[in-house]
C-alpha cells in the first residue's frame, strides 16, 4: 500500500465523477446521549471541496490494498480532531457502482463526545440527531442511502461458537474469532438471519463456550465456561447466530429467535479449523 495513491476521478456510466481511484469510505458514528436520543457524527464539508456546504460522514479515498474500516479510520483521523477510543465498528454499507464503491463504515460510541474539524475539509463537525438528519442539506449520495442507513444503526451480529466436547486447545479457535471480529465477515457467507439486513460486512461480538474455565477473553470474544444455557433474548435489532453440534443448546436458542447452524460452517465464516 502506497499512502494517497487511491488519489484520483474514476467516471461512472453515468459520466460522473467519483473520488478515489479504488473506491472510497467514510465512518458512520452513532452515539445516544442522557436522554436516550440516538445522534450521527456529521461533516459540513467546506465550500471550496467537492459537493462543498453539504452534509456527510468523514472519509474519502480508499489506498490500495486497504481495507474499508482501515480508510475509514485513517480519513476520520485526519478530518476530525478528537479520540475514538471504545468506538465499536458493526457492520458496512456499500454502494456498488462496479467502477467504484462506497463504503459506510457504522460504529457506536458510549457517549456524546467532543469533535472539532481536523482539517480544512471540513467547515464543521457536528452531533446531529437523527431525526434532524434530513432537514440538512444532505450530500445527494448520503441523503439517497441516509433511510437505509439509519435502519441499519442499532443492527448487531452476535455469534455465538459452541467449542465444549473437544480436548483441543481452543486457543486457535479465539484467536481466529477475534480476527473475525476485527476484520468482519462478509454477510454473502452467513445464512439467513433474522434482524440481519442486507449489508456487505459484520463485525460480531462473539461468545466462545469452551468445556472447562482457565481461557482468557481477547478483543471481540467472550469466553465462557462449561453453562452453555442462552442468556436473555437478545436485545431489539440484534441478531445471534449459534454454530453447535449439539441439537439441544440450538434448540434452545432458536427458541428465543436465534438461528442454529452446525459447527462446520465455521470453516466458511472464518477459516478456522473445526475444534
Do not use: C
Not at 440527531?129 to 448487531?156: G, I
Not at 481477547?218 to 469466553?223: I, L, M, S, T, Y
Not at 462446520?264 to 472464518?270: N, S
Amino acid at each position: 500500500m502506497i499512502r494517497g495513491d487511491g488519489d484520483g476521478w474514476v467516471e461512472l456510466a453515468d459520466g460522473t465523477r467519483r473520488w478515489g481511484l479504488f473506491g472510497a469510505a467514510g465512518l458512520l458514528l452513532h452515539a445516544a446521549d442522557a436522554a436516550g436520543t440516538g445522534h450521527v457524527l456529521l461533516q459540513h464539508r467546506a465550500l471550496w471541496s467537492h459537493m462543498g456546504g453539504t452534509w456527510g460522514v468523514p472519509g474519502g479515498a480508499r489506498d490500495s490494498g486497504e481495507s474499508s474500516l482501515q480508510a475509514a479510520l485513517r480519513e476520520f483521523g485526519e478530518e476530525v480532531a478528537g479520540p475514538l477510543d471504545g468506538a465499536l465498528p458493526s457492520a458496512v454499507h456499500r454502494q456498488d457502482h462496479t467502477v467504484w464503491t462506497y463504503d459506510t463504515v457504522f460504529a457506536q460510541l458510549p457517549e456524546l463526545r467532543a469533535y472539532s474539524r481536523g482539517n480544512t475539509e471540513s467547515a464543521e463537525i457536528r452531533w446531529v440527531p437523527v431525526e434532524k438528519v434530513p432537514s440538512l442539506k444532505l450530500l445527494p449520495a448520503f441523503a439517497a442511502t441516509w433511510p437505509l442507513l439509519l435502519s441499519a444503526l442499532d443492527r448487531r451480529l452476535v455469534l455465538v461458537v459452541d467449542a465444549r466436547g473437544t480436548t483441543r486447545d481452543p486457543a486457535p479457535l479465539r484467536d481466529a474469532l477475534a480476527e473475525a471480529a476485527r476484520t468482519g465477515i462478509e454477510s454473502a457467507l452467513l445464512p439467513q438471519v433474522p434482524r440481519l439486513m442486507a449489508l456487505h460486512r459484520w463485525f460480531p461480538r462473539v461468545r466462545l463456550l469452551v468445556p472447562r474455565p482457565g481461557l482468557a477473553p481477547a478483543p471481540g470474544v467472550e469466553v465462557a465456561a462449561g453453562d452453555a444455557a442462552p442468556g436473555p433474548p437478545a436485545p431489539e435489532g440484534t441478531a445471534e447466530l449459534v454454530l453447535t453440534d449439539d441439537p439441544d443448546l440450538r434448540a434452545a436458542h432458536t427458541e428465543r429467535g436465534a438461528v442454529g447452524a452446525p459447527l462446520g460452517l465455521l470453516d466458511t465464516l472464518i477459516g478456522a479449523p473445526r475444534p
